[in-house]
């Protein structure tokens, strides 16, 4: 009986998204009983108190705060020596740090696998991608990734309803924006994805999907201009945002023809690769460009500020590509905790890979490829782009949904350069700009959604203590972050 409650809550909730996209911020609810065992704090007036605080702005971190909760809302700001107001609850918070929650803008709700994987790196043909519908959710959520963003959808109506279902609280789970089925063109590599006829059909897949209640798109990587033009088009004129994942249609083309934001940095960008043809994804995959694209240099100045001037965003998932980097991810313990024997294996294997190629010339070209990305969104960012960020969670186990989230904000310290406060302010803040919630979440002021990540650290004097999540708070509901990585042990890569 309950679960078929939850469910018609849920499926309501879709209903009403049919014909324009449910809101990303849904109005709170009270958790459900299949979400009660993961609560830590209810709901109600709550005082954090004598926490360090990093508010998300990119301002230095402000020590021994009281931060006041009521209900779904944060009710202020006060320094600890004051008085908490009667009827609250305090939770001594000392020694800890509260940033807001991760406002994760490049994230999935799949796991691509490779049919028979070998350790040499050989497998068999079609690539095939599970939903991860029951593990994704709640390891974001216990990771701190309050709001995020699916960047592409295989299953977009699972999608749509797992978000309905978070929704109306019958699952744990961050606020969705769920982005429709990728917009791919001839020859995809997935045999999960719709390939694309033309523009004509570029706009219909939008309408249709718009309609559906997506919140967004994202063209991928054999569009070709035509159909990416068609395809904004349709989306703006429905107040919808488009990004991509690219490589047929170059930056400077994608810019000129409205994009909205560009995915992976600038490792996808293939304007200067040799031979580019229009329309055409080349073999090179845009590694050339990245190359002779150097941070500073005359070409590199000149697309930052082709993509400033046109209001691009650009979205850094450094965690995917530090995987091809000879063993410069660390093995995360409680990360390789989540994942299925068969997917750690396979994870194994291609890290081993990955080792061997440590100071070969295709490795070293692409530690060269990767540098110069990471200093490009330092200038990008320095240069008033807003870069926003997240780690692309698909097929390779050292990306897994919330630790990789909290991974990419170390890489842009570690290797971008940014000041931690910078960092966070990028994975909170930025997210929400670009989202246009700003004034809702993103970081921690009075009035905004109490959503708030209580960390047992302080991540400016190590990065790495972004990892040691205490209790996550969603609409003003303190969630138990181990609990919910419990509760998912050895399934990720499964379901």
Request: proline share 7%; hydrophobic share 40%; charged share 20%.
């Amino acid at each position: 009986m309950r679960a078929r409650h939850c469910l018609a809550a849920a499926a309501a909730l879709l209903t009403a998204g049919t014909l324009s996209a449910a809101p990303v911020l849904a109005p709170p609810v009270a958790p459900g009983a299949d979400v009660q065992p993961f609560v830590r704090v209810p709901s109600g007036r709550i005082a954090i108190t004598h926490v360090r605080v990093i508010d998300g702005t990119g301002a230095a971190s402000a020590e021994d705060w009281t931060v006041l909760i009521d209900g779904a809302r944060i009710a202020g700001v006060q320094a600890a020596s004051d008085a908490v107001p009667d009827g609250y609850r305090a939770i001594d918070a000392t020694g800890k740090t509260l940033i807001p929650g991760i406002v994760a803008m490049h994230n999935h709700m799949f796991y691509i696998a490779r049919p028979n994987l070998t350790p040499e790196g050989r497998a068999d043909d079609p690539l095939v991608v599970p939903q991860m519908t029951f593990t994704a959710p709640r390891l974001y959520l216990a990771n701190g990734v309050t709001t995020m963003r699916t960047t592409g959808s295989v299953e977009p109506y699972a999608d749509l309803n797992v978000k309905a279902q978070i929704d109306a609280g019958a699952m744990p789970g961050p606020h969705m924006n769920v982005t429709g089925p990728y917009l791919e063109g001839a020859n995809s590599p997935f045999i999960q994805m719709h390939q694309l006829r033309d523009a004509d059909d570029a706009r219909q897949t939008v309408a249709f999907w718009a309609e559906q209640g997506v919140n967004s798109f994202k063209a991928y990587m054999n569009i070709t201009r035509a159909e990416l033009g068609a395809a904004v088009k349709e989306a703006h004129r429905r107040g919808l945002k488009v990004t991509g994942h690219l490589c047929s249609v170059t930056y400077p083309e994608a810019a000129a023809l409205g994009i909205d934001d560009l995915e992976h940095g600038f490792f996808v960008n293939t304007q200067l690769d040799p031979g580019k043809t229009p329309d055409v994804c080349p073999d090179t995959g845009g590694t050339p460009t990245l190359i002779a694209m150097k941070p500073g240099s005359s070409e590199a100045n000149a697309l930052i500020k082709l993509l400033v001037d046109h209001r691009v965003a650009v979205t850094s998932t450094l965690p995917v590509f530090e995987q091809s980097l000879p063993l410069h991810a660390p093995l995360n313990p409680r990360a390789m905790a989540v994942l299925t024997p068969e997917a750690r294996n396979d994870y194994l294997y291609l890290r081993n890979l990955a080792a061997t190629r440590g100071g070969s010339a295709r490795g070293e070209a692409f530690r060269e490829a990767y540098n110069n990305n990471a200093g490009l969104e330092r200038q990008f960012a320095m240069s008033g782009g807003l870069l926003i960020a997240g780690p692309d969670p698909t097929g390779n186990g050292g990306v897994i949904p919330g630790f990789g989230d909290q991974r990419e904000i170390e890489l842009l310290v570690q290797d971008a350069g940014f000041s931690p406060v910078e960092a966070i302010r990028i994975a909170t803040l930025n997210g929400a700009i670009f989202m246009g919630l700003q004034d809702h979440i993103g970081s921690i002021q009075a009035g905004k959604i109490a959503d708030l990540v209580l960390i047992d650290g302080n991540p400016v004097a190590a990065i790495t203590d972004i990892e040691k999540v205490d209790t996550v708070f969603k609409d003003g509901v303190g969630y138990d972050s181990a609990k919910l990585l419990d509760s998912v042990k050895g399934r990720y890569g499964q379901y």
